[in-house]
């Protein structure tokens, strides 16, 4: 089959406005970084999320590398994140120089697990946290708590926030992969002193490349803007006290999200209903004999289905595994792609703390991302159906 003809895991989806932003920003010649463009878009997040600041930058990549500077995270201190994300959540906690401490996840989310979290946070107050190759560390308490909404499920952000609270450690949430999703009637990326969105090409809204930074703090925020551009001082010539960053988001990205912004109630129910006709379709397969797993939320919530995730347990499923499904897919020219592999499973990560009892390590050897980008039509869902029929025949 052609290239063009491939149907792809979440591919960008347009709206048909974004053109006009960013013609607007060749009529005006505002090409230049920051403009009108990045002042709508900032002011749309808050608007939509509940958030009363924000940042529009280069990538959410960079929104959490700040987010840990303006918290004070320095060489040799402790961040704990969860295991079962994306390299990015945890690859900036490095760029400082500071120990990321990995913790498993629950069941229920797939997401960061309340119950090892807090038995992280102990063993960091009490000197138990061991470096493969250093042995133990003396007792510190960790400087930020980092929970992901995978795959745009909400974790289990009031047990989370009630042990942040506990022992005074800040939030930064992690809501790259769920914006528009919301826990208990509130918004993810609202719950977290900082919280983090992302833009990637592949994400529910896109601005090509690019993250934002969202917070309560206004001043911080303000601190935030300054790093990302330079830290320059307020002087006629360039000056700088403080290390700073090329982090902020172009005028004509921003306008491409301005677009996309307009369309992001629609997207959320695009993918939600992509994602029920997955619930559908593996629940008629229990009638002959199979017991595929869709990643399941906890009440209350309301995800945005970015991508919609499965299990297969090849034991309560006539031996098929994710794998066969994969292969399947990728022969069909159908993009489909493992659960992230967690953390602390990762080379790059071996010597960091972990806690937990493998849960992560589980879904990621059965798990499956299946096709779910919200520009799907009729003939691709006819495509993905002949495959799954083929697989769970």
């Given at each position: ?118 038995k992280a946070i102990e063993a960091c107050l009490s000197g138990e946290i061991e470096i493969k190759g250093k042995g133990k560390i003396h007792a510190k ?141 593996f629940e008629k397969t229990k009638s002959i004999g199979y017991n595929v797993i869709i990643q399941p939320e906890v009440e209350g919530s309301l995800p ?9 347990d090849p034991k309560t499923n006539k031996g098929k595994t994710r794998e066969k499904l994969r292969l399947a897919f990728e022969e069909a020219d159908i ?59």
């Open positions: 089959m052609p290239i063009n003809n491939r149907i792809y895991l979440s591919p960008p989806h347009m709206g048909g406005t974004e053109q006009k932003f960013v013609a607007d920003t060749f009529t005006s010649n505002w090409i230049a970084p920051l403009g009108p463009n990045v002042d709508g878009f900032e002011n749309d997040l808050c608007c939509f999320t509940g958030a009363k600041n924000a940042a529009a930058l280069s990538a959410g990549t960079a929104a959490l590398h700040l987010a840990l500077i303006l918290s004070d995270v320095k060489p040799n201190d402790l961040v704990i994140c969860q295991s079962f994300t994306f390299s990015a959540s945890a690859n900036p906690i490095t760029y400082q120089g500071a120990t990321p401490v990995f913790v498993d996840s629950e069941e229920e989310t797939w997401n960061m697990s309340p119950k090892h979290l807090e308490k960790p400087k930020a708590i980092i929970p992901v909404h995978l795959y745009g499920v909400p974790a289990k952000m009031d047990e989370i926030t009630a042990i942040a609270q506990k022992y005074d450690i800040p939030i930064i949430e992690d809501a790259a992969e769920s914006l528009g999703s919301t826990y208990k009637g509130k918004q993810t990326g609202t719950f977290g002193k900082f919280s983090i969105l992302s833009f990637n090409g592949n994400k529910i809204i896109t601005t090509s490349g690019g993250g934002a930074l969202l917070s309560n703090d206004e001043e911080l925020i303000h601190k935030a803007r300054f790093l990302a551009t330079q830290a320059r001082d307020p002087a006629p010539h360039y000056q700088h006290s403080h290390i700073g960053y090329n982090y902020r988001m172009s005028n004509v990205l921003a306008g491409i999200g301005r677009g996309q912004m307009e369309v992001l109630s629609n997207r959320v129910m695009q993918h939600r209903a992509v994602y029920q006709w997955y619930v559908d379709y945005n289905r970015w991508l919609t995730a499965i299990l297969i993009e489909s792609r493992p659960l992230w592999k967690p953390m602390h499973l990762q080379p790059v990560f071996e010597h960091a703390p972990f806690f937990g009892d493998e849960t992560s390590a589980k879904l990621f050897e059965q798990g499956l991302c299946l096709p779910s980008g919200s520009n799907m039509n009729e003939e691709d869902m006819a495509r993905i159906k002949k495959v799954l029929d083929r697989v769970f025949a």
